[in-house]
């Protein structure tokens, strides 16, 4: 019967063959630099936004002013803080643990909903100001702040573009943890049901 510690030494990653250093090596490189490029979408959709206000002779609005837009600059700062430390975790040399590439994937699958549901929010804020809603007596608010609306869009825009980087990142964490590693070790408790036990 196998012991326990030879399941756990299964749990880790197959190491590479001859020139596998080197393949590790460019691999992170290439997904640091990956992780970095949503720091910049991030950046640019943040500052449109917050440089977001409108004054005329109708009144003045900023985005300050709709929870929707303040939602969306904190969501963009918070994922680009991330974008940047993850980048640095994984050019780090060492290996990748199952703890370490659990934690890689659950972070970036909860920054990729973070940074979704704030451009879905805000877009419904940008649909609605350009539509408007006649059931409730919405007006089209955009034909008044024209310039406000365009540079709401654009950040709208942007933050989607960051979002198709985190659901790559995404893929590519959910890719490296599960085909890298085993499935969990099944033991049988004292009512004889299995259970999986997912070795540190």
Do not use: H
């Not at 299964?10 to 490029?37: C, H, I």
């Not at 910049?40 to 959709?45: K, Q």
């Not at 100001?129 to 409730?136: D, F, I, T």
């Amino acid at each position: 019967m196998k012991t326990m510690a030879e399941e756990e030494a299964k749990q880790q990653p197959q190491e590479k063959p001859e020139g596998g250093d080197q393949y590790l090596r460019e691999g992170r490189k290439a997904e640091s630099l990956l992780r970095v490029a949503p720091m910049g979408l991030c950046l640019a959709a943040m500052v449109i936004m917050i440089k977001n206000a409108q004054e005329n002779d109708f009144g003045a609005v900023s985005y300050a002013d709709l929870s929707a837009f303040k939602y969306l600059v904190y969501a963009n700062g918070a994922c680009a803080a991330y974008s940047l430390l993850s980048a640095f975790y994984v050019a780090m040399p060492r290996p990748m643990t199952l703890a370490r590439s659990w934690a890689v994937f659950f972070f970036d699958q909860l920054l990729t909903f973070v940074i979704l549901a704030a451009g879905s929010v805000s877009s419904e804020i940008v649909y609605l100001a350009y539509n408007g809603n006649e059931s409730v007596t919405w007006s089209k608010e955009c034909g008044v702040f024209d310039s406000f609306c365009r540079r709401a869009t654009t950040s709208v825009e942007i933050t989607f573009g960051s979002v198709a980087c985190f659901m790559v990142l995404s893929l590519i964490s959910s890719y490296r943890l599960f085909s890298s590693y085993e499935s969990p070790i099944p033991f049988l408790s004292s009512k004889d049901l299995e259970i999986a036990a997912f070795p540190c």
